[in-house]
Structures are given as C-alpha cells and as structure tokens.
C-alpha cells in the first residue's frame, strides 16, 4: 500500500560532477518500484539488471497472482502434506509465523481465503460482502496455527484448504534483497521504494538524508503527480513500511469495505485507522507489522508498539477531519 512515496524534486544532483544520483525504475509484483543510488551512469545498466532479477525472483516464489509460483504451489496441494519450498519463502513464511504468534493472530498470513472471498486476491473480484455462513466457512480455513514448519528440510506444512497470502511482507523482503545486492556491488549510499515500502541508508551526495513523504489519506494522486505529504522525513539507515485503507476499497448499501481483512473476524476492519507507518532497521519487519498495528486498532497496536520500542505513526479517521497518534520513536524521529 503506497501511504509512503519518495520525493523526486529533492537530493537529485543535475550536475556532470560525480558522484551523482542515478535513479532506475521498473515493475514487478503487480506494482512499480524505484531506486536511486549514488554512483556513476556506467552502472546504472547492470544495476538495473540486477534489481529486476532480485525482484522478479521473489515474485517466482512468493505471488498468488501467478498459478505458478512456489507459493501457489503450496497453496494447491493436497490436503495434509509436506511441501518443499525455496529457501527464501520459507524464510519469510516464517517470519510472518512469528509476527502472527506474537499479535495474537492479528497478523495473519492464512489469511488468504479470506482475502478471496472479500475480492481483494487473484480470484475474480466479488464487489458485495459475503453472507455470514461463507464468511465462517473460510474462515475454518484460516489459523496460522495449523501450518507447520520443518526447517531442516524447508517443508511447510499444507493442513488442506490453507492458502498463504504474503502481500504484506513479500514488498518488504524485495526491498532489503535489493539493498543487500546494491552493498554487494559496492553502492552504499541509496533509497529503494517497491509499492511503497521504502528503505534508504547512506545519504546523498551532498551528506543530507533521502527524503521520504508519508502521504495524507485524501487527495493525494494529484493530476500533476505530486505527493499530497502529511510528513517529510529525513531516512538514514531505517526502512517505512505502510498500510492504508484509502486506495483499494468498494462501497455497499452505503457503507465502505478496504481491503484490510481482521483474520480474526473474516471481516474488513472497522476501526477508525486510515493509515498506519512503521520504521524499523529492515523493510521485511517494516511492511508486515504495519499491517499488524492496523489490525489491532490505535490503542492495542500503540501498546504493542511502545512495549517493543517499536516506531509507529497512526493516522486516524474522525468526524473532524484526520489527527495523528505515535508512539515516542515515531516522535523522535520527526523531531517531536
């Protein structure tokens, strides 16, 4: 969910001088991604290589829009077995195990039918809410705890009907992918954005930090392409991740549904959040607990947030208008 977007018009140098900013651009998983680094033009062909290879390999592995991943693969096999996957996704799955086990299920990468059934997956897309029965039916489906994992051999396990849906950590794990290959080819200095998860480090080559504008709810995919910004942020060495609930939504009988699904209801969420951002050292841990403090609503994903030091901004939706709650890291970090 892009609620975070990079600011163009700042840092980018427009002399012959090195070093300069090169800024490369491409798509993949479903979304577009950026990446602007400090170096010299000669590179910039390889790099874009690399990148788009990083990228579209995770997304071998870890779509559900693709009937052929890895992941659709597990998530089409029989009931009660063992299915052997790539390293990296069953790293990740992992991952969203423990943040899942640690939220109490609010996060929940098994969410998966749900997300279906709502119309906001791969399947056709069904633009009215579900009757109650179909909803309890999928969500019989779903529990983190009913998958299982065999490290030794990176097995999952397929409990039968359970379809794991990465969309919230799979952007986050691409960006740190390609920040570690950027290290490797001795770029140190760089800002990467892949559907709005963003991380930078070093700095531009004038030493200030990368911008980062985390965008307003309403009214911000202006005509002309600028950002609509609620904060700019100075991002050395961290990573954003979002969530918002403003972009892919459908409205009935009056009342409005975001793509946001509570896991443990099988419903989208009805809270008051309109968007939530989290810094975190890497993207992978960034983008998913975003959407975990958006499940678990203001004052639980604050609570949860402050007991772990972690950084979080919530945008809220009121009857006047937007206000802001964050946690003390958050504060900081905007000079608060």
């Not at 998530?75 to 390293?87: G, H, I, L, M, Y």
């Not at 790293?91 to 299920?105: H, N, R, S, Y």
């Not at 709005?196 to 005509?223: F, Y």
Request: glycine share 10%; aromatic share 8%; charged share 20%.
């Amino acid at each position: 969910m892009a609620v975070i977007a990079l600011i163009a018009s700042l840092g980018l140098c427009a002399c012959s001088a090195h070093p300069q900013v090169q800024v490369l651009q491409g798509e993949s998983m479903g979304s577009g991604w950026t990446v602007r680094y400090v170096g010299d033009a000669e590179s910039a062909a390889a790099v874009q290589a690399g990148v788009q290879q990083r990228l579209d390999q995770v997304d071998a592995q870890m779509s559900t829009w693709k009937p052929q991943s890895d992941l659709s693969r597990y998530n089409q096999a029989t009931a009660e077995s063992w299915v052997e996957v790539p390293v990296d996704l069953f790293q990740v799955i992992a991952a969203a195990l423990k943040l899942a086990a640690e939220t109490g299920g609010a996060y929940d990468p098994s969410v998966g039918p749900l997300v279906d059934l709502w119309g906001f997956g791969p399947t056709p897309a069904n633009r009215a809410p579900p009757d109650a029965a179909t909803i309890a039916d999928m969500r019989a489906r779903t529990g983190w705890q009913l998958i299982r994992l065999d490290p030794t051999t990176h097995r999952v396990w397929q409990p039968g009907g359970s379809r794991i849906d990465l969309s919230s950590i799979a952007p986050g794990f691409a960006v740190d992918q390609i920040a570690q290959f950027l290290e490797s080819q001795g770029h140190h200095d760089f800002l990467i954005e892949v559907g709005g998860e963003v991380r930078g480090q070093g700095s531009k080559p004038d030493g200030t930090p990368w911008q980062v504008a985390i965008q307003r709810p309403l009214d911000n995919d202006r005509a002309d392409g600028e950002v609509d910004a609620q904060h700019v942020v100075g991002l050395v060495d961290a990573a954003l991740g979002s969530s918002g609930d403003y972009r892919h939504f459908f409205e009935d009988g009056g009342r409005r549904y975001a793509h946001r699904i509570d896991p443990r209801t099988g419903y989208p969420l009805d809270n008051n959040v309109a968007s939530v951002t989290v810094m975190s050292g890497k993207c992978q841990d960034a983008d998913p607990l975003a959407t975990a403090l958006s499940v678990l609503g203001m004052e639980q994903g604050l609570a949860f947030a402050e007991k772990r030091g972690i950084a979080v901004l919530y945008i809220l939706r009121t009857p006047d208008g937007f206000e802001e709650r964050m946690s003390p890291g958050f504060a900081a970090l905007l000079g608060e």
